[in-house]
């Protein structure tokens, strides 16, 4: 019976067998169901810390690094800057307004369990063709649930990515990032300190929903619509009304010192935050189960331990602070129940009612004996067999494909690519705060640092891009997750903006796999590379493997998310756009190579070889792009990537209704590429001179290409379509596919 619940909760028989080791005994249920969860791949990370340890996560400005609630950065005049990114994908296939919901309250509780205060979140999407009904449906769900738990808690949502791809057909990508910022001195972290200290159990009453999320939901693929409904009710249900209460009680104990360390219950629940916090700190911690608030009866302690009920988190008190944290509780209509106490360790334990004991713990009956390392930072640790695919030639670092084709109809191509996707996030309130410059729609977000605590303007900025490209990766993962990260540089310096740390969300298939792993394995070697190169740290981060569905693994997804500086923040970024009249200029080298591209998936091709990021060349160009856009030399800017060059003035024209005429593009191959270290730059007549100054004098070449001007967008010798044409394509694509009409209708 043992064996068949080990196995029934996600364990193997070699981790059951290191359970009794642990244990010098068989463990309980409930026991293993805190190990099922524990060391679940979402929370044990146990296939892919082997290969994380490869990553810099080390930076002057570096606070907080890898391991905690989120990452920590020194912003400058006695402010942090807490960034999250996590994933919610397999919830959001079962139940997309709840699974992104429940991602996007999940990710504001990792920012305020620092000490900050969330001032923006960012949502990276990626469901399946627009073809497929489901796929629409999960869109409409996911974007609602974003919207309904955002707006409400008053956290703007700024910007983001849509992507539609039949990799996602079965298995949507729900990556959401947040921003957060506090005064240095708040900074707090997880971890339970202080024998004696009581661990205070803060928010919503505690239920079924979410029971082995992690578990069953984040640890295993999709199969058959009867299974993927039967995993329904381990979805969570969030009360975003709830969490903003939740959020301004926190903040208030942090700012009076009221609290020694705290933990959201997000993954795995109380099982998690007890062990967690107390592994940290070096301690242990006994648990009641029966002085946990349930909103259901007859619940398990099993259950109570596991349950991924929303808006919870747990803080680490001193006995002589208890009546006030519950006064300030009180006045939030945040509820508030002391169900631990932190021991001497090593064990975390849970025990079934009693009377508590200040100096000496409960007295009920003991229902769990564990070490609490052992839940935490001892988990298993997997070093999985990577074996490339047998169509990569790992010397040549070229997958073997059939020879492109031309472009017979270089116009109808570029109006297949055009999408405006702010059917999205026009559903997001992003000006909450007041402190949105730059909004979703452009190449990066900029917002006005302000200081936490008096709210005094810096007169500085803070940017934000997150960045994917699973056409790159799927073709050459290394060199594809390092152009990722070089657009996300090459985004931030057209708003100006210097970066200054990464986070990062890697999206896989099944672990299991070798050619995953070796995905993976070579995902983290690219990041890792360009970080270094970049002088970026990565201060955290989130793997989401298992997605799959039906057996087919997702095309290897890693997202960048970035944060810049801007030193002085007294103008709007040009934006994407042009003006009449304005000089169309390229700043960069374009290599006439299409593997991996936009263009070529259409066209069914999948392999070949990327382009090549040179990385002091990239650096070079950005530093250039950035000094115009501080100067105010630009009347409009875009980096080139997806899409090439083409979509590039394609989508400055149709934001702007104004047309171009340009020139020295030999043919589709310049016009599509997607090679790196380039943007195209909109100048008014009488700067022309000034800019290319600034780019001779660093060296980076610049090209004149045309002029923005008429209703038509022209490139010579190659094609010419209406404004209005493209506009429309551009404008009504999304709306349509998704039942709304055109925009104008």
Partial sequence: MAESIHRSLGLTDGEYDEIVRILGREPNHLELAMY??????????????????????????????????????????????????????????????QGAATGAGGILRDIFTMGARPIALMDPLRF??????????IAEGVVSGISGYGNSVGVPTVGGETVFDETYSENPLV?????????????????????????????????????????????????????DAAKRPSVQVGDPFEEKRLIEACLELLDRGLVVGIQDL??????????????????????????????????APFEIMTSESQERMLAIVEPEHLDEVLEICNRWEVRASVVGKVTPGPATGARDGGRLRILDGWDGEVLADIPAASLHEDAPLYDRPCTAPGSFDENLRVRSAAPLPDSKDPAGDLLDLLTDTSWVWTQYDHQLFLNTVEGPGGD??????????????????????????????????????????????????????????????????????????????EAVDGMAEACRAFGLPVIGGNVSFYNESSGADIDPTPVIGMLGLIDRLDRRPPGVGFVEGGRLLVVGVTQPELSGSAWARAKGHRGGHLPALDHSHHLAV?????????????AGVHDVSGGGLGLALAEMAVRSGIGFQAARIADHRE??????????????????????????????????VGVATGDRLSVKGLFEVGLEEATGAWRDRLPVALGSGTTQG
């Avoid at 950005?622 to 630009?634: I, N, Q």
């Fill in 36 to 97: 099922s969860v524990m060391w679940s791949e979402h929370c044990s990370y146990k296939s892919s810390r082997i290969h994380l340890k490869r990553l810099p996560t080390e930076g002057e400005a570096v606070l907080v690094g890898p391991g905690e609630n989120a990452g920590v950065v020194d912003v400058g005049d006695g402010i942090a800057a807490a960034l999250r990114i996590e994933s919610h994908n397999h919830p959001s296939a079962i139940e997309p307004y």
């Fill in 444 to 521: 990066a977000v900029v917002l006005r640092l302000k200081h936490p605590r008096t709210g005094v303007d810096t007169g500085r900025g803070l940017a934000l891009t997150t960045d994917g490209n699973h056409r790159w990766c799927a073709v050459d993962p290394r060199a594809g997750t390092a152009l990722t990260v070089a657009e996300s540089v090459m985004n931030l310096a057209c708003v100006g903006a210097r970066p200054v740390a990464v986070v990062n969300c890697l999206n896989f298939g099944n672990p299991e796999h070798p050619e995953v792993m070796w995905q993976f394995s």
């Fill in 175 to 227: 990556n959401v990032l947040c921003l957060g910022l506090l005064p240095v001195d708040r900074l707090v972290l997880g971890q339970a300190t202080g024998v004696g200290n009581l661990a205070v159990l803060l928010g919503a009453t505690t239920g079924r929903d979410g029971i082995g999320g992690v578990s069953v939901l984040a640890s295993a693929g999709f199969g058959d619509a009867e299974s």
């Fill in 671 to 704: 016009l599509f590429s997607e090679s790196p270290s380039r943007a195209v730059l909109c100048v008014v007549p009488e700067l022309v001179s000034a800019v290319e100054n600034v780019c001779a004098e660093a060296g980076v070449p610049v090209q004149r």
């Fill in 622 to 634: 950005a530093a250039v792009v950035r000094t115009l856009v501080a100067g105010g030399l630009l």
């Fill in 266 to 299: 997000g993954g795995a629940g109380l099982t998690c935050a007890t062990s967690e916090t107390a592994s940290r700190g070096g301690m242990g911690m006994d648990v009641d189960v029966r002085s946990v608030p349930l909103r259901e009866e007859g619940m």
């Fill in 128 to 137: 399946g063709s627009l073809d497929d009904a489901r796929s629409r449906w």
